[in-house]
């Protein structure tokens, strides 16, 4: 690919920037080959032109897109680079607060200088267990990854963690070690995870110091190895410590402090116990005070010391050994403040003999005055002949007494160290360990000495670790995929370590020169140049001639060799060695005693899995001086065994950024991070990536990212690997640039980004189109909107336009026709004049005319009547004499034809064959004729008959109808006369009333005057009445609502307060039983390694008496006190021993005294409640019986006995039927036998009989439905009656009459009409009753209803007015009544039910006894002993008709009742059987030894099976159905206890037959108590099995599960995994809901109470919300909107499934709220100060850190997604400041909530429980 694809328009370039490194731009024009210029364009819009004509110049790093940037991983990027890095690094820790990134194997960490919520427990735990690419990258992370590789693998590991001081090296090794505590906790109780923990402050107190770059710098390196056993738990611990810096002691720079413990010191001295070390504040010491100011902002140094003396404490340090190591500190500090006298200008010292700190410094190490005061100043030469006192000069002085004091530091240091190591020691065997390395980071400084140099000489060798390491994995990566792989050229810094370490080195030539009398810094550093200045790695300082320059790998450094000789030789003087040796303090003596037999540090092979590590520093030899190593070459051989360690195990880096020098939160100074970059090795990581095929794509991801780029053609193969690879070799054409794999293909640098820029171009073009198009149509939307808009204005213009127009013309015509009828009205009368005198003219002139017209039509009229008649007689005389003429004429020529035809037929007639067809023709018309006239007779016949029947049978129906109205006609006579009567009655009334009105008249009259006044005065009065009414009734409302709101304010906040009491108090209390079966559980496992340990041939002990916790303080005896408790503790105690029975024995009084004071409380609530369940219960029983009515018992009564004999009778026909068959077949193949034949015969004489009892009861049935039928026609007779009448009308008409029907036809048809018609009318009928009957049960109901509405209002009033305690009282008794009348009528149907069970059981039971009984007397000979077994059967059933409910057991077969019953009984063995059968049996046992008054037998009995239940689920700790089994019958057999106990509050809803069977002798409530701690503890261990269950699936099903296919697009990919973390598996949605119907399915199956299944879903659900919402929170690539779809879609289906199980009641689904809000909150926009008020006011149930984290976290899928900007994240945080959230990021998902047990009674009686055989309880006796 050429640079001129690459550098095109509008791609985007780093240039380099000397205030931010490197600046980023756009090309504003393609680049072209030969160009001497790139035309770039900067981010503040200015123009710059970057040359690439200059030697050294090249064309400037790509940028990557815009979705590459803030990846997890930098080795994701496509272009890998400095800048690019750089970049990333900045983004995320600046827009979303991440510190934490990935580079391949090694975690960026930057120093945030703030305290984040990233490293609570939840946070380890959300962790733990996961890949390391799955969640964010973390120091957790790393940590899990090296403890799992540590377990799959069995190789040991190690953490390096490196960095500049400040960098947050020593934190980040903190978390690290905090993360295993966590993980790999100790299974016993020695706490050694407290101790490793422990270890950090003691050494931070004597290791670390203020310095201008960090408060809590590291000032050593240390090495700790933590050791694990075979299960991976810590076990114990190492420490290896390099090079402390012992010259900060003696020296400070300006702004720094000296070791934290000196000031502790200090700040502590006020304190009673070290009043006399003499100390005082630090600004009072010199090696206090050197560098300022004494102390740091927020830290407290008293407080410090504290935790630093409590470390010492759990570390085993003795008290006495803490004050000497007190006081040798206090010492140091004594030594710092002499005042050394100088005399004769400085070359003669001394001190004063009066000098209170030389005589503080001789006091507290308990050496002589006198000669500390002399050695100090003086020294002593030896020589072959003899021995010299020299004095000093003051300069000697001062360093002696310097040497001294780091000499006396360094010792202790030294045994501190030791003396941890002791502490983490453990004699188990080590199985593995894990390594965590806290060392300096490459330094360099104004002035670099010998500390600087040792410091990046360890530097190099890690480097060099670190480069073949990550070599190493590259190559197994590329072999992994098999890939062709060539050789990477990478910076080997073996030279440069050769330069240092190798014969004749810096270091060899350092140690030959302290060897030489007179050796000099400038002797040595001459040699050097002599030596090495032909070296690539060695320079020579221009101006200088006592330093010199080493070109490391990160930077070339220029030492300083002044001082290089002292500080490796570190001398000090063997006199003052001597003093200290002859302390009178022991530990002073022996802390600088010889080791005589020093150890060598040997080197261990790599297979060796243990490695014996000791501090790095030797004991000081004083004697031996000369030979004694120098410190260059001890630290040497302490690194080359570190190096050894590192390579034997897996090394994991921590690479520590330190963002700016400041401190300053959250600042970024990109000069700092690039020089870090540099010198800790990520650029080195980058480059060796680079240079490979850093980008890696699985096919699938490739497929879905890149399928945009493919064609149809391509995509309609289905091998994705195939179209992967055509389309690459049709896009990229240099074939080296990529290779694919078996699972990935792998690219070479900036290919992906190429691949971005191809796809983003495609959708570049697709977005333009898709611009264009839309840009089009809401151009032409607009354009119609303001067309229509023109053209509305332009309608609303014409209109008023027009409306004026017609305003005027209407105005105008208005006019015109005034003025038109004025004129008119002018003319009209002118008019009106003229015409009247013309009409009259006219009149009299017409009149006459007229007259004169009429006269001559009058004549005309007349002659015209004369003509008439003239001419129609001559008319008439004219026709008659034509037609006669005519009549003639026809008749002569009809006769004429007439001849003519006779003539013809006499011609035909005369013919025979004309008359033969004549006659046949006749013939057939007679036959025919004839049938007619038979058919025709028939149906007259047929129609007669009907017709007469219709006429009969409706005479008959007028007759009755006459007869009805005749009746009826009489009734309305009676009627009449009555009428009459009435009427006559009602005129008198009348008259009598009339006369009243006038009476009434005339005193209304009188009276009227004087009610209108009245009137008047009552009005006034009633108006005042008003008024005053309406006062009094305001100020009562306002008195009321006062009172109301403050009485329910009041009534809330105590109903509030007591209910959180009550959840606090329970939660304490099952903590504690939570707490007691934990350190049960540890007693059991201390108590099994004592056995292991203990363990002698022929020695065994009893494993029921193992435990005093098993036996006393979960089974007490009955009725005893607690003497009699205390005194079977105190024998346990004897025979276990007394060492640990004490520990136990006063844990087991506290928690016995605890949990009884508990229980009082409890018992106390109860008693109440009970009472007043008891008052409510009996009062609705006595309502509920006064309303039942009688007669709808006995039907309901009959009806049920009817159905359940009709029941019974076909089940015993269709068995007998089946044993006739079996039997009849079996005889007839052995007829032979006589046996036999007698055998069937009897069972035929048993089926005979059982037919004589079925007709017995079949006569029972027939004549209960008789009576039931009678009954019912006795009602309905009369109702039938009228409705048949009715139906039955006179006047029907038969619309098909006139049609002709076959009589027969019609008969049966009117019949069938009839059958239908009464079978509709019956059917009619049993509607309308059955109608009525709802109705009438309707309005019962309603009735009911309104009753109780009454009553609760009534009582709501009465609530009101009573107490706050009172009205929770009475709200408890209302709901207990409400409940027990709901559950009143579901009992009787309930016992109607079992009691039909019991029979249909009986008989079942006889019939199979009876089966058995043949089918064993077959085998029998002896037909006597038959009979006596059939006797026998036959007393057997008569005592199970009277059996009790009891089951009686010898004392030595209890062993074998709770074996069968408890210990090997499976849940599938009485799965077909009752509920809860094992619980019912042992009651039942109980019971007995109660009758019996054997209270022995009942202790034992509950002991035996309370640990039997324990024993039970210790062995199936993981097993679900069990658990839940034993959960179900544990609760059962409580609540038989409570059920049964006698006491009245837990009988309230027995039967009379289950009072019978309540205990009569003993009081178990102790052992209830066992029972409910026994229960919670079973409870907490299903939820742990179901968890763990679950757990594994929550995030793959929850967050990674597509639900909605095609929603989700892949992301580029971001952490490359070196582990292979094998056998990942991934989880559906519906995998895990089938786990829970599987959870929901077994515990409904064995009987689990309701409460109990809704509370464990409420648990579960919540887990699944806390670990589905911290994973959220701790995963970049899962904060997107799509993935918000896909949460909220599969949590819709969890509260479908919910709702389908029925637990919306049990609180699940709120447990969900705070990921359903997550949810919307990926889904919402983030853009304006309005989506933020809409997020705040949604997102109630997450915390301010929470919805910041997501906010955060938010990623783009794609580029058209925008990312969340920092503004809208700050606004939202002020927004949210006033809630007072927990400081806590993620939720406890290991929280329990309170278990409750409410009590369930059971309407099961004793008597009906049946014992299977397959239980294996036959030595069990029925009593």
Not at 516 to 538: C, I, M
Not at 956 to 964: A, G, H, N
Not at 1621 to 1648: K, P, V, W
Request: aromatic letters at 8%.
């Amino acid at each position: 690919m050429s640079a001129a694809q690459l550098y095109t328009k509008y791609t985007r370039v780093w240039i380099p920037d000397p205030d931010e490194v490197w600046r980023s731009a756009e090309i504003i024009k393609d680049y072209k080959e030969g160009d001497k210029s790139l035309q770039l364009k900067l981010e503040d819009e200015t123009l710059y032109e970057y040359p690439i004509d200059l030697p050294g110049s090249e064309l400037p790093f790509l940028r990557n897109p815009d979705i590459l940037v803030g990846q997890n991983d930098l080795t994701a990027l496509s272009y890998l680079h400095e800048p690019a890095v750089l970049h990333n690094l900045k983004v995320r820790f600046l827009e979303s607060n991440h510190i934490y990134t990935y580079c391949g194997i090694v975690l960026v960490a930057i120093n945030p200088y703030e305290q984040l919520p990233i490293y609570e427990q939840d946070v380890i735990y959300a962790y733990s267990g996961q890949n390391m690419g799955d969640m964010d990258p973390h120091i957790f992370a790393v940590a899990e990854e090296a403890y799992k590789q540590m377990a799959r693998d069995e190789k040991n590991q190690s953490i390096i963690v490196s960095g500049e001081s400040g960098a947050g090296k020593t934190v980040s090794a903190k978390y690290a070690m905090r993360f295993f505590a966590t993980v790999g906790g100790s299974a016993s109780e020695t706490n050694i995870e407290a101790k490793v923990l422990a270890s950090s402050p003691i050494m931070e107190a004597i290791g670390n110091a203020k310095t201008t770059r960090n408060d809590n710098s590291s000032r050593f390196g240390k090495y700790i190895q933590i050791g694990f056993d075979k299960r991976y738990h810590i076990i114990g611990a190492n420490m290896r410590t390099y090079l402390l810096e012992k010259s900060r002691v003696v020296f400070q720079a300006e702004d720094e402090r000296n070791y934290h413990i000196f000031y502790q010191l200090c700040a502590s001295s006020s304190l009673p116990e070290f009043k006399d070390l003499g100390l005082t504040c630090a600004e009072d010491f010199f090696y206090t005070s050197q560098g300022g100011d004494t102390s740091i902002d927020g830290v407290d140094d008293a407080d410090d010391f504290e935790k630093t003396r409590h470390a010492f404490t759990l570390l085993g340090v003795k008290e006495s050994h803490q004050t000497t190591i007190f006081r040798i500190i206090a010492a140091i500090l004594h030594l710092g403040n002499l005042k050394i006298q100088g005399e004769r200008d400085g070359e003669v010292c001394s001190i004063s003999s009066e000098d209170e700190h030389l005589s503080s410094f001789c006091s507290l190490l308990g050496v002589e005055h006198s000669q500390m005061q002399h050695w100090l100043c003086h020294r002593k030469l030896v020589t072959t002949a003899e021995t010299y006192v020299k004095s000093m000069s003051l300069h000697q002085v001062v360093n002696a007494r310097n040497a001294l004091a780091k000499h006396i530091y360094a010792q202790l240091f030294n045994w501190i160290v030791q003396h941890v190591n002791k502490a983490l020691h453990t004699t188990v065997k080590q199985h593995s360990f894990i390594g965590v390395l806290d060392i300096y980071g490459f330094e360099t400084f104004e002035v670099n000495s010998f500390e600087q140099f040792c410091i990046n000489y360890a530097n190099e060798k890690l480097q060099q670790q670190f480069n073949s390491h990550v070599f190493k994995l590259e190559q197994e990566e590329y072999m992994k995929e098999e890939i062709p792989w060539t050789l990477i050229d990478f910076y080997d810094n073996q030279p440069c370590i050769d330069l240092i370490e190798a014969k004749l080195g810096i270091l060899d030539l350092l140690d030959e020169e302290c060897k030489v009398p007179k050796g000099t810094d400038q002797n040595w550093a001459q040699k050097l140049y002599d030596r090495h200045g032909a070296s690539q790695h060695f320079q020579k300082p221009r101006m200088s001639n006592t330093s010199f320059i080493v070109l490391h790998f990160a930077d070339k450094v220029e030492y300083q060799s002044e001082g290089f000789l002292e500080k490796n030789r570190d001398t000090v003087y063997e006199e003052q060695i001597n003093i200290l040796k002859a302390s009178k303090y022991q530990m002073i003596a022996d802390l600088f005693q010889e080791e005589k037999d020093a150890v060598p540090a040997s080197v261990v092979p790599k297979r060796t899995p243990r490695i014996n590590v000791r501090s790095a520093k030797p004991a000081f030899k004083a004697a031996n001086k000369e030979h004694r190593k120098t410190v260059g070459h001890q630290f040497r051989n302490s690194l080359q065994l570190l190096m050894e360690t590192l390579n034997a195990t897996t090394p994991h880096y921590v690479r520590c950024i330190k963002p700016n020098d400041e401190k300053l939160p959250f600042k970024f100074d990109p000069k700092r991070a690039v020089q870090q970059l540099r010198a800790c090795g990520v650029l080195e990581t980058i480059r060796i990536s680079a240079a490979g095929f850093p980008s890696r794509w699985s096919y699938p991801d490739f497929f879905n990212r890149y399928r945009v780029l493919m064609n149809k053609r391509d995509l309609s193969k289905n091998d994705k690997k195939q179209i992967c690879q055509t389309l690459l070799e049709n896009l990229i054409k240099d074939p080296d640039k990529f290779q694919f794999g078996r699972t990935k293909i792998f690219f070479r640098a900036g290919q992906v980004a190429y691949l971005e820029k191809l796809r983003a171009d495609k959708f570049r073009a697709a977005t333009i189109m898709i611009q264009k198009t839309v840009r089009g149509w809401l151009q032409r939307a607009r354009y119609q909107r303001l067309r229509r808009a023109t053209l509305a204005l332009q309608r609303y213009a014409r209109g008023h336009l027009a409306r004026r127009l017609f305003q005027h013309l209407r105005r105008t015509r208005a006019a015109i026709i005034l003025q038109k009828q004025y004129r008119m009205l002018r003319m009209r009368r002118a008019f009106l004049r003229v015409r009247s005198a013309t009409l009259t003219i006219q009149a009299f002139a017409r009149g006459m005319f007229v007259r004169r017209i009429y006269h001559q039509m009058l004549q005309e009229h007349k002659a015209t009547i004369l003509q008439k008649y003239a001419r129609g007689w001559l008319a008439r005389a004219r026709f008659r004499r034509a037609q006669a003429a005519a009549v003639v004429l026809q008749c002569h020529w009809r006769r004429l034809r007439a001849r003519r035809q006779l003539q013809a037929l006499r011609i035909e007639a005369r013919s025979a064959q004309h008359l033969k067809k004549l006659n046949i023709g006749m013939e057939n018309k007679v036959v025919q004729l004839q049938r007619k006239v038979d058919e025709q007779n028939k149906e007259n016949k047929l129609l007669n008959e009907q017709l007469s029947m219709l006429t009969s049978a409706h005479s008959s129906e007028v007759e009755k109808l006459k007869k009805e109205l005749q009746q009826y006609q009489q009734t309305q006579q009676g009627d009449g006369k009555q009428l009459l009567s009435l009427q006559e009655e009602m005129e008198r009334l009348r008259m009598e009333l009339e006369r009243a009105h006038g009476e009434r008249e005339v005193l209304e009259d009188s009276h009227g005057k004087e009610r209108d006044l009245l009137r008047k005065r009552i009005c006034d009065l009633e108006e005042e009445n008003a008024l005053l009414k309406q006062e009094k009734e305001e100020l009562n409302s306002r008195i009321l609502c006062q009172s109301e709101d403050e009485f329910a304010r009041n009534t809330v906040e105590e109903n509030t307060q007591m209910k959180k009491e009550l959840e606090e108090e329970r939660s304490r209390y099952q903590n504690l039983v939570k707490e007691y079966a934990s350190l049960e559980q540890r007693y059991d496992n201390l108590r099994d390694e004592m056995t292991i340990f203990k363990q002698t041939p022929g020695h065994r002990r009893n494993p029921s008496n193992q435990s005093s916790l098993e036996s006393d303080s979960n089974n007490p005896s009955i009725c005893t006190s607690e003497i009699g408790d205390t005194e079977d503790v105190i024998q346990q105690v004897e025979e276990i021993g007394m060492e640990k029975a004490a520990m136990d024995m006063t844990l087991f009084l506290k928690l016995q005294k605890r949990v009884r004071e508990l229980e009082l409380e409890r018992k106390k609530l109860q008693a109440q409640l009970e009472k007043k369940e008891q008052e409510s219960k009996k009062s609705q029983v006595i309502e509920i019986k006064t309303e039942v009515a009688s007669e709808h018992e006995d039907f309901a009564y009959n009806s049920l006995k009817r159905q359940e004999l009709e029941s019974e009778n076909k089940k015993l026909k269709n068995e007998l039927n089946e044993l006739r068959k079996a039997i009849a077949d079996h005889a007839t193949q052995n007829n032979s036998s006589n046996d036999v034949q007698d055998g069937y015969n009897l069972l035929l004489n048993q089926l005979k009989s059982a037919n004589e009892e079925l007709e017995v009861r079949k006569e029972e049935v027939l004549i209960l439905r008789s009576q039931i039928m009678k009954a019912a026609q006795q009602k309905e007779t009369g109702k039938n009656m009228v409705k048949e009448r009715e139906s039955i009308s006179p006047n029907a008409s038969w619309p098909n009459s006139d049609r002709h029907v076959d009589q027969e036809d019609a008969i049966e048809a009117y019949q069938g009409m009839c059958e239908t018609n009464r079978l509709l009318e019956a059917q009619l009928q049993d509607q309308r009753r059955e109608h009525e009957e709802e109705m009438e049960a309707l309005k019962n109901q309603m009735d009911l209803m309104q009753e109780e509405l009454e009553k609760q209002q009534q009582a709501f009033l009465q609530t009101l007015q009573l107490s706050p305690e009172l009205q929770v009282e009475f709200g408890l008794q209302q709901e207990i009544t409400r409940l027990t009348n709901e559950n009143l009528d579901l009992k009787e149907l309930l016992e109607k039910l079992e009691k039909n069970e019991k029979k249909l059981k009986k008989q079942l039971k006889i019939y199979m006894k009876k089966v058995q009984d043949f089918e064993a007397s077959q085998t029998m000979v002896p037909v006597e002993r038959r009979a006596h077994e059939r006797s026998m059967q036959v007393a057997v059933q008569r005592k199970e008709k009277d059996f009790q409910g009891m089951l009686e057991y010898y004392k030595e077969d209890e062993p074998l009742l709770i074996r069968n019953l408890i210990t090997d009984l499976k849940p599938q063995a009485v799965s077909a059987t009752v509920p809860c059968l094992p619980a019912y049996i042992l009651y039942m046992c109980i019971r007995h030894a109660d009758y019996i008054n054997d209270d022995q037998k009942v202790h034992s009995l509950l002991t035996s099976t309370i640990n039997g239940v324990k024993k039970v689920l210790k062995k199936h700790q993981d097993d679900f159905e069990m658990t839940s089994f034993w959960l179900a019958n544990t609760c059962r057999l409580l609540h038989c206890l409570k059920q049964y106990s006698g006491e009245e509050g837990f009988m309230t809803q027995n039967t009379a037959k289950q009072n019978e069977h309540c205990l009569k002798n003993f009081d178990l409530t102790e052992y209830r108590q066992v029972l409910g701690h026994l229960s919670i503890q079973i409870y907490q261990q299903l939820i742990n099995i179901a968890e763990g269950i679950l757990q594994p699936m929550i995030v793959s099903a929850v967050l990674e599960n597509e639900s909605i296919q095609g929603l989700s697009s892949v992301k580029p990919v971001g952490y490359r995994k070196y582990s292979s973390n094998a056998g990942d598996s991934s989880y559906s949605l519906d995998e895990m809901i089938r786990q829970l119907n599987t959870f929901h399915s077994i515990m409904c199956d064995q009987g689990l109470d309701p409460e109990i299944i809704q509370q464990v879903f409420k648990q579960l659900f919540y887990m699944i919300n806390a670990i589905a919402l911290n994973n959220l929170l701790l995963r970049k690539d899962v904060c997107s909107w799509s993935t918000g779809m896909q949460l909220r879609f599969n949590i819709s289906q969890l509260e479908e499934w919910l709702r389908g199980k029925n637990l919306q009641q049990s609180g699940a689904a709120q447990t969900l709220e705070p990921l359903i809000q997550a949810a919307q909150l990926l889904q919402l926009k983030k853009k304006t100060s309005e989506d933020a008020e809409a997020i705040c006011s949604l997102c109630t149930s997450l915390s301010t850190q929470q919805i910041v984290k997501i906010l955060n976290l938010y990623t783009p899928v794609n580029e058209f997604e925008e990312r969340v900007t920092v503004a809208f994240i700050r606004n939202i945080q002020k927004q949210l400041q006033e809630r007072n959230d927990p400081p806590q990021l993620l939720l406890d998902f290991k929280h329990m909530f309170p278990v409750l047990f409410p009590f369930n009674p059971s309407a099961i009686t004793m008597d009906s429980i049946h014992l299977p055989a397959s239980l294996n309880l036959d030595f069990l006796n029925k009593v």
